[in-house]
């Protein structure tokens, strides 16, 4: 206690205590095996480390450059790696609140074990920037990555600890081992898919796993469950509605947003490690509905042929599947009436409009307004009917009279008559 020994090229200890207010040097060129370094202690390192060390709280292992370590156990205590330095036989904390300082930014390549939380990894020659994140990947990399550079960490195993990254006491970068973060589950609505149109799980459900620790599946939930209505396909199989769907690990997993307008609501969740249930999360993907629009024609002549587009449009940027029905409420030749490929419809009934069908209104041969409506059925539900009419102007008469003719004059019927048709209608 108090002193300080300095062992020297060529020299060797074996089995020693560094106790408080002492400090051991091994030189460049000596050796060292079995120490402990007790609180207060110090152990500069130049030299090598072929066996154990121990460093307990208080205490302090600063390895320089050239020196070597050997496996060293930080119970509490603090071991500093300076630049140029080298790590050999594992890195082990032993108990909470010891640090491993590392001062270059080149890493060691040692495996690091044990840690718990409290324990602290200082990266003094890794400058903090905001933003930068400590995240245990592949199963036990510790991956730290602060302005856009990435810093590897190979721990023994996943230590099932979450990790924080903050400014250390000057410019660097202290990662702290923190009490797990729980694997979550994150969810996105999709509130525009095309008809049939196959969304990638990723786009609708995420897991968030900072610390690695993994968990035990991820399931799903459809309300719907349908080719129509919408469906999960997992390995291109059909998913079914109505039960929680387990997502195998690796699984190529898909929904299939339907061929039909309309909303599916979906759920998900994870199943942790321990068995525990996480708490539904629920998302949607929508198909948007078509829409519908009629126009009337005020004014047109009699016999006309009119497209169906002129009458009746269907805006459907989702492309899904709907039925337009049309309706007369004449549907006779000289009333006017509907033609589907050439055949006259009847009136006071529904007319289901083939897709691809030639479909036009013939105004009818007499004047006269007929009342038309359409509506969209989808998945089984009417949009509603929606009023439109075509009309033939009826003819008009105008007469003249003639104050003073001659006795047995012959006067011609339009000079006192006139009849004007521009539509053409039929009259007597």
């Known amino acids: 206690s ?50 154990n060390v121990a460093v307990f709280a208080g205490g302090t292992e600063i390895v320089s450059s050239g020196g070597s370590t050997g496996p060293v156990t930080i119970s509490g205590g603090k071991v500093e790696l300076q630049a140029g330095s080298i790590a050999s036989g594992g890195i082990t904390f032993a108990s909470s609140s010891g640090t491993l300082v590392i001062d270059g930014t080149a890493m060691p390549s040692d495996i690091i074990s044990g840690i718990v939380v409290g324990d602290t990894i200082d990266l003094t020659g890794v400058a903090f920037a905001s933003g930068g994140s400590a995240t245990v990947v592949s199963g036990s990399m510790l991956q730290v990555v602060e302005g856009g550079i990435t810093y590897d960490l190979q721990l023994g195993q996943n230590p099932g600890v979450g990790f924080t990254a903050t400014q250390d006491s000057g410019t660097g970068t202290l990662i702290t081992a923190t009490p797990p973060i729980t694997p979550s589950v994150n969810v996105a609505n999709y509130p525009s898919a ?53 997502v195998p690990s690796g699984a190529n997993v898909v929904f299939d947003a339907g061929t039909s307008a309309g909303t599916d609501t979906m759920w998900a969740q994870l199943v942790q490690n321990n068995g525990t249930l996480g708490s539904w999360q629920q ?14 024609v005020p004014s047109t002549t009699a016999g006309a042929q009119i497209a169906l587009s002129s009458l009746v449009n269907v805006s459907d940027p989702s492309n899904a599947t709907y039925q337009l029905q049309l309706w007369d409420s004449n549907g006779t030749v000289a009333g006017g009436e509907f033609l589907i490929n050439g055949v006259a419809q009847l009136a006071g009934q529904a007319i289901n409009v083939p897709s691809g069908a030639n479909v036009v209104f013939d105004a009818g041969t007499s004047s006269g307004t007929d009342t038309l409506w359409a509506q969209l059925i989808q998945n089984g539900t009417a949009s509603g009917w929606k009023q439109f009419t075509v009309s033939v102007p009826s003819p008009t008469l105008n007469v003249s009279s003639l104050p003073s003719a001659t006795a047995g004059a012959q006067i011609a019927l339009s000079s006192l008559v006139n009849v004007s048709n521009p539509s053409n209608a039929t009259y007597q």
């Open 2 to 51: 108090g002193g300080t020994v300095n062992v020297s090229s060529g020299g060797a200890i074996d089995h020693t205590t560094v106790s408080s207010g002492g400090m051991l040097n091994v030189l460049s060129g000596a050796t060292a095996h079995n120490v402990s370094v007790s609180s207060g202690g110090t152990f500069n390192v130049a030299g090598a480390v072929t066996s």
């Open 194 to 246: 095309s008809a049939g149109q196959l969304i990638a799980l990723s786009s609708l459900v995420t897991v968030s796993d900072p610390n690695g620790a993994g968990y035990q599946t991820l399931q799903l939930w459809d309300s719907n469950g349908t080719a129509a209505g919408g469906e999960f396909l997992i390995n291109g199989v059909a998913q079914t509605a109505g039960h929680a769907i387990n």
């Open 283 to 296: 998302f949607t993907v929508s198909v948007p509905a078509p829409t519908l629009s009629v126009s009337g």
